[in-house]
């Protein structure tokens, strides 16, 4: 197909991912699978841990579950080839297939959800340092803020998105948005990365503060956090007991979000580069090009591999792994044990 051009911007693509040979596709389709599997049994690992923070819990499950559904829908993007060839005569579901799908919409919009959850764990680790006695009772308000405020964001968001294609005489044609709307694409990436970054480096460091404050680095569970005076001596070391625990669980938050905070400005600053290289036709960027896809697939294949952070900074995440595979290997046991002495009995 030819490349076709006006003053608007618009191009009509070259479909490259034929380029890409199948085996290439099928061994990507395959790792990004195993991944997602992998966040799913990590979600159901999550659910089985005792973590003393129920919002920290949610975030760290929410967590697994966007980037299963990443991997997942990045499965079904790369093994279809963005849907290219897949519009029917339905003009309503070619413009879906066209605005939502092939604009890369949806992939913006997980993407975002990503980061926003992320965010949603520096706020949790501000409010359980900086608002620890009244952390447990605003823990249902904590929970639904971050339940709404996630994917309503997101969405709003990544709407400019869905202004790098337009659908024309039954063709998705695709045009660059830094070209065609540069001003609405500064907002988006301030929107959709700087403000997110900014807001989790400024938790952060509020955070440390007040750790510090507490001596909190030096001594974490034989230094008492000071409570008010009226409440009984036994309640009093209840509390701080109570309240320590959950500054342990924030002090390993502190890690695991760290790495996907850097996780994130690298992604992001490799998009913000292949896309300025692209307007400059440096590089080809655009939607079907295989540069496109080779840096989605490296964004699916960390998603694919956040489980093991997960897992590496969360002990008690890793004893309840080694609890089921004790579990599996004593039941594993068992049949054969009970295998044997049919055979047994038989002969």
């Given at each position: 197909m030819d490349v076709l051009s006006n003053g608007t911007d618009i191009v009509n693509v070259d479909h490259q991912y034929g380029h890409i040979s199948l085996p290439g596709i099928i061994v990507m389709s395959v790792l990004l699978s195993v991944g997602a599997i992998f966040n799913i049994y990590t979600g159901y690992v999550i659910t089985q841990t005792r973590i003393n923070s129920l919002l920290s819990k949610l975030l760290l499950y929410n967590q697994t579950v966007l980037d299963a559904l990443y991997c997942i829908m990045m499965t079904a993007f790369i093994s279809n080839r963005f849907f290219e060839d897949h519009f029917p005569d339905d003009p309503g579901s070619n413009t879906f297939i066209c605005y939502l799908l092939q604009s890369g919409y949806l992939v913006r919009v997980f993407r975002t959800m990503i980061v926003c959850n992320n965010v949603c764990q520096s706020a949790d680790r501000f409010w359980a340092i900086v608002y620890a006695h009244s952390y447990r009772a605003n823990t249902k308000l904590y929970v639904i803020l971050c339940s709404v405020s996630v994917p309503v964001y997101s969405i709003l968001v990544s709407a400019a998105q869905m202004g790098a294609v337009q659908f024309v005489d039954d063709d998705c044609q695709h045009r660059s948005v830094l070209t065609y709307m540069p001003s609405l694409y500064v907002i988006e990436i301030v929107f959709r990365y700087a403000l997110p970054l900014c807001t989790t480096i400024t938790l952060t460091l509020l955070a440390l503060r007040k750790l510090g404050g507490l001596g909190f680095w030096k001594i974490v569970t034989k230094s008492p956090v000071t409570l008010s005076e009226d409440v009984s001596l036994g309640e009093e070391r209840k509390r701080a007991a109570q309240i320590n625990e959950l500054l342990i669980v924030q002090k390993t938050v502190f890690c695991h979000t760290g790495v996907l905070l850097?996780?994130?400005?690298?992604?992001?600053?490799?998009?913000?580069?292949?896309?300025?290289?692209?307007?400059?036709?440096?590089?080809?960027?655009?939607?079907?090009?295989?540069?496109?896809?080779?840096?989605?697939?490296?964004?699916?294949?960390?998603?694919a591999l956040n489980p093991c952070l997960t897992i590496l900074t969360f002990r008690n995440l890793r004893m309840t792994m080694f609890s089921q595979l004790q579990r599996i290997r004593f039941w594993n046991g068992h049949i054969d044990c009970r295998s044997r002495g049919k055979d047994s009995s038989t002969s």
């Open positions: 850097l996780e994130m400005t690298v992604l992001e600053g490799i998009a913000t580069t292949l896309t300025v290289l692209g307007e400059t036709t440096v590089v080809n960027f655009e939607i079907y090009s295989p540069v496109r896809l080779y840096y989605l697939f490296l964004s699916s294949l960390v998603s």
